[in-house]
């Protein structure tokens, strides 16, 4: 079965609280390219777009969201995009279930998501975002601290408790930490940011954690909060507190510099780029499906591989041609040269490798109509 966008979609857009609209100034460039009947994917586009599109999925993603829509829009003035930032897994679920044209997430969909999204139609992942996961805390007189993966899933698995803890002291011999109770905060919904940091601490940290990665914390109790913002909040709002949130959301809280190898790397664009290029892509996905293998243990020098990589998920055929031309332009305008600059400068995300950027653009092309 498949699914136009005017049977369900609208309807959706409706059902999130947190779901906004965007309209904005015109320009003869309908697609988003800067060139007239030009395309971001470098092919031939759909020219003269107008209508509703709307999509859901991961908070990470809110930042360079607010920019690709306001980029796109005031290019395509008659189109009106809707994003509900419902967290990886319910945005997932919302585009197997046929609610929404296309879908955020954190982490590509698992074969028995694609296999479930089949009986609406091919589902492809492609990856749009490259942003690292900062391990933030608020710590009174702390900004910064170095923590090996060991000593991070030991302070989220409840066996470190205090921020003077032998194990944070031997990393951090000059900074004075205080006796103070450490207060781990998780996400409460489920969330792509926790399937990549629990993956981590399960690869990276020898053992110490010994859950495999999933998108609902693995953990009973303990503070938690409601999407990107929901956690950070909670952070801010405590003393002695650590969480784990996309780095473009950290704001003035400490983050922590991860240990690579022998030495400590901070989250940056820059290292989480470096991290992308010591990972390979996951075999056996099919034609214009991309999902990263990311390589938690890499040593390579400068890489930080606590990272994202956020996915478009979208059908790479839509019941009518409407639906295929917002999805492209969309997700063309995203991949684009022009699109990954307005994430840069919005979250701080990494762009797209030249490679990669390539693919992307390439699977958004191969997108189509009935």
Not at 6 to 13: D, F, K, L, P, Y
Not at 202 to 209: D, L, R, Y
Not at 345 to 368: C, H, N, R, T, Y
Request: charged share 20%; net charge negative.
């Amino acid at each position: 079965m498949k699914l136009s966008l005017h049977g369900r979609v609208g309807a959706v857009a409706l059902v999130g609280a947190l779901a906004l609209t965007l309209t904005a100034c015109g320009s003869d460039d309908p697609i988003g390219n800067g060139a007239t009947n030009g395309s971001p994917t470098e092919g031939e586009a759909p020219s003269g777009l107008s209508g509703e599109l709307s999509g859901a999925g991961a908070t990470s993603q809110e930042k360079a969201m607010d920019a690709w829509r306001a980029g796109f829009q005031s290019l395509n003035a008659d189109v009106s995009v809707n994003y509900d930032p419902v967290g990886s897994s319910g945005g997932r679920q919302q585009f197997i279930d046929g609610g929404v044209a296309w879908a955020g997430s954190d982490s590509a969909l698992k074969p028995e998501e694609i296999d479930a999204a089949a009986e609406r139609c091919e589902a492809i992942d492609i990856p749009v975002y490259i942003s690292p996961i900062a391990v933030v805390f608020n710590l009174e007189g702390v900004t910064s601290l170095n923590l090996s993966a060991e000593t991070i899933a030991n302070i989220f698995a409840g066996k470190i408790t205090s921020w003077d803890d032998a194990a944070i002291k031997a990393d951090n011999p000059d900074v004075e930490l205080p006796a103070t109770a450490i207060t781990p905060v998780h996400r409460s919904d489920g969330s792509g940011t926790t399937k990549n940091f629990t993956d981590y601490l399960n690869k990276a940290a020898g053992g110490a954690w010994a859950d495999e990665a999933a998108d609902d914390w693995p953990l009973e109790g303990g503070e938690s909060g409601n999407g990107t913002s929901g956690l950070i909040q909670a952070v801010q709002a405590g003393q002695g507190t650590i969480g784990y949130a996309d780095e473009s959301a950290a704001g003035s809280l400490g983050k922590v510099s991860i240990k690579v190898g022998d030495a400590f790397v901070a989250p940056t664009a820059e290292a989480a780029g470096a991290a992308l290029a010591a990972s390979p892509r996951e075999e056996d996905r099919a034609e214009h499906d991309i999902a990263i293998k990311v390589d938690r243990t890499t040593t390579a020098a400068g890489a930080y591989p606590l990272i994202l990589v956020s996915y478009a998920v979208a059908c790479l055929e839509y019941e009518d041609a409407e639906t295929a031309d917002l999805v492209k332009g969309f997700l063309g305008y995203m991949v684009s040269d022009e699109g990954q600059a307005a994430s840069q400068q919005a979250a701080g995300s990494a762009p797209l490798p030249a490679e990669l950027a390539a693919d992307a653009k390439a699977a958004v092309e191969a997108i189509a109509g009935a």
